[in-house]
T-cell receptor, first 116, second 114 residues
Framework: ETGVTQTPRHLVMGMTNKKSLKCEQH?????MYWYKQSAKKPLELMFV???????ENNSVPSRFSPECPNSSHLFLHLHTLQPEDSALYLC???????????????FGAGSRLTVL | AQSVTQLGSHVSVSEGALVLLRCNYS??????LFWYVQYPNQGLQLLLK??????LVKGINGFEAEFKKSETSFHLTKPSAHMSDAAEYFC????????????FGKGTSLLVTP
C-alpha cells in the first residue's frame, strides 16, 4: 500500500449508530488531518494531529471524535450523527518541518458518509 | 487568517482552448498558495504550489499559475485543454506560522467539450 488509504470508502448509518472511519498513511509523515467536503461548500478542516498531538479542533461537534494512536493512523469515531453530517470525509497527511506553513498535504480518496 | 475566493463555480472550455481558473487570496502576511485537482471519486492531488521566489510556478499536466501580489491573485492556466482535464479544481492558502492546515476555496468545476 502506498500513499493515504481510507476505509471504508462508503458508509451508510442511522442516527443512533456508532461507526468509525479509518485512515492510514504510508508516507512517513508526522501530521494528519480530517477534512469534511460537502456539496457547494469549501473543504472544512475538522482536526489536525501533529506528532500524535491534536493541535487544532475547528469547533467540531462532539458527535465527531478523533483518535490518533500513532503517526500512521487516524480514526474518526462517529456517534449520533445528523443527516446534515452526510458528506465526503477526507483524510490527509503531511511532513511538517519547523514552523513553516508551506507543507504539502497528501489526501486519501475519502469516505462517503450517508446518515439516514 | 488566510482565505481564498475562487471566481466561477463552473468553467467550460473547448478541447484545445486556453484554461483559466481564477483565485484571489486574502492574507495579512505573505501567503503560501496551492492548486489541487480532484477527479471523480478520488481525493485531492497537488498540481502546484507557490511559497517564495519565482512568481510563475509550473505544475503537473501542463498547468501553471502566477502569483501577483498587487492583484492578490493566483490564477491557474493551461494553454490547451485536454478532455482529461475535466475535474474539480481547488485553490488553497496557508502562511508561515499559521498552522499546518490549508484553507480551501469552494472549488471550480472544469468541463471540457469536444
Amino acid at each position: 500500500e502506498t500513499g493515504v488509504t481510507q476505509t471504508p470508502r462508503h458508509l451508510v448509518m442511522g442516527m443512533t449508530n456508532k461507526k468509525s472511519l479509518k485512515c492510514e498513511q504510508h508516507l512517513g509523515h508526522n501530521a494528519m488531518y480530517w477534512y469534511k467536503q460537502s456539496a457547494k461548500k469549501p473543504l472544512e478542516l475538522m482536526f489536525v494531529y501533529n506528532f500524535k498531538e491534536q493541535t487544532e479542533n475547528n469547533s467540531v461537534p462532539s458527535r465527531f471524535s478523533p483518535e490518533c494512536p500513532n503517526s500512521s493512523h487516524l480514526f474518526l469515531h462517529l456517534h449520533t450523527l445528523q443527516p446534515e453530517d452526510s458528506a465526503l470525509y477526507l483524510c490527509a497527511s503531511s511532513q511538517v518541518a519547523g514552523i513553516s506553513g508551506a507543507n504539502v498535504l497528501t489526501f486519501g480518496a475519502g469516505s462517503r458518509l450517508t446518515v439516514l | 487568517a488566510q482565505s481564498v475566493t475562487q471566481l466561477g463555480s463552473h468553467v467550460s472550455v473547448s478541447e484545445g482552448a486556453l484554461v483559466l481558473l481564477r483565485c484571489n487570496y486574502s492574507s495579512s502576511v505573505p501567503p503560501y498558495l496551492f492548486w489541487y485537482v480532484q477527479y471523480p471519486n478520488q481525493g485531492l492531488q497537488l498540481l502546484l504550489k507557490y511559497t517564495t521566489g519565482a512568481t510563475l510556478v509550473k505544475g503537473i499536466n501542463g498547468f501553471e499559475a502566477e502569483f501577483k501580489k498587487s492583484e492578490t491573485s493566483f490564477h491557474l492556466t493551461k494553454p490547451s485543454a485536454h478532455m482529461s482535464d475535466a475535474a474539480e479544481y481547488f485553490c488553497a492558502v496557508s502562511a508561515q506560522n499559521s498552522g499546518y492546515a490549508l484553507n480551501f476555496g469552494k472549488g471550480t468545476s472544469l468541463l471540457v467539450t469536444p
